[in-house]
């Protein structure tokens, strides 16, 4: 396959699964995202994902998951490389957002991270 081709499925640091199925011409695409993590024992459920590539060597990437099983929803935006391996990674930087119940609360309703994403076999 072409390296660094976004469909298909991913595997970030934390153990989630990402299966980028539709891409459109225009860079957008859908998929689905399975969380390795949960905040409550609830039974594990896809989410549904979106967003865009900008299609070249190292496509850049954002998208986003809106959580089916709790009031957040997480972006990612980043790009992705080939490692000394020549392996496809996805270097990501996410907002995670959690829904507030009043703006006093919104200074602590945002966290940030950084995933890596590596193309499942
Ligand atoms: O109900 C929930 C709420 C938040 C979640 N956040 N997951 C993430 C947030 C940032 C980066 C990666 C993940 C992940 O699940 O892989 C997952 C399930």
């Known amino acids: ?25 225009n860079g957008a695409f859908a998929g689905v995202y ?6 409550v024992n609830t039974k594990i459920v896809e989410s549904p994902l979106t967003g865009f590539w900008k299609k070249s060597k190292q ?3 954002g998208f986003a ?5 709790s009031d957040s ?8 490389f080939l490692n000394e391996n020549n392996e496809e990674v996805l270097h990501t930087t996410w907002l995670l957002r959690s829904k507030q119940k009043a703006l006093q609360d919104n200074w602590k309703a945002t966290r940030i991270g950084v ?6 076999k």
């Open 1 to 25: 396959t072409q390296q660094c081709n976004i469909q298909g499925q991913w595997r970030n640091n934390l153990g989630s699964n990402m299966t980028i199925q539709s891409v459109s011409d």
């Open 34 to 39: 399975l969380t390795a993590v949960s905040s």
């Open 59 to 61: 496509p850049m990437i």
């Open 65 to 69: 998951v809106k959580w089916a099983f």
């Open 73 to 80: 929803l997480t972006v990612w935006a980043g790009q992705c």
């Open 115 to 120: 995933d890596t994403f590596t193309r499942l």
